[in-house]
């Protein structure tokens, strides 16, 4: 299975960007109609960060007080693909972001749940 991010760039503080992150490879449609996603951060210098998650039928999402309320995420069965809408962008929000694929069908917030991740793409806030 491989997870592949897309959908960075540079964005002002106060605007918006949605990344996606498509599945592919043996077992991928599996994968995806069973597991949970999940998206993670990684800022330089810090440690990795849970942002959003999504049960594997969608009905259950979770997100740190941090980005709850800007930050939204989706998963679209029939295309593999899970979204993260992110809005009222702020500098702090500047980060490298990862989708994972959880072992199990919901999405909690330890990365070590998760058995399969993307390559990242990179969120730049400017202030």
């Known amino acids: 299975v491989q997870l592949q991010a897309s959908g960075g760039g540079l964005v002002q503080a106060g605007g918006s960007l949605r990344l996606s992150c498509a599945a592919s490879?043996?077992?991928?449609?599996?994968?995806?109609?069973?597991?949970?996603m999940g998206w993670f951060r990684q800022a330089p210098g810090k440690e990795r960060e849970f942002v959003a998650g999504?049960?594997?039928?969608?009905?259950?999402?979770t997100y740190p007080d941090s980005v709850k309320g800007r930050f939204t995420i989706s998963r679209d069965r029939a295309k593999n693909t899970v979204y993260l809408q992110m809005s009222s962008l702020k500098p702090e929000d500047t980060a490298v972001y990862y989708c994972?694929?959880?072992?199990?069908?919901?999405?909690?917030?330890?990365?070590?749940?998760?058995?399969?991740w993307g390559q990242g793409t990179l969120v730049t806030v400017s202030s």
């Open positions: 490879g043996r077992a991928s449609g599996r994968m995806f109609s069973n597991n949970g």
């Open positions: 999504i049960s594997w039928s969608g009905a259950t999402t």
């Open positions: 994972a694929a959880a072992r199990s069908a919901y999405a909690p917030p330890d990365s070590s749940q998760y058995v399969y």
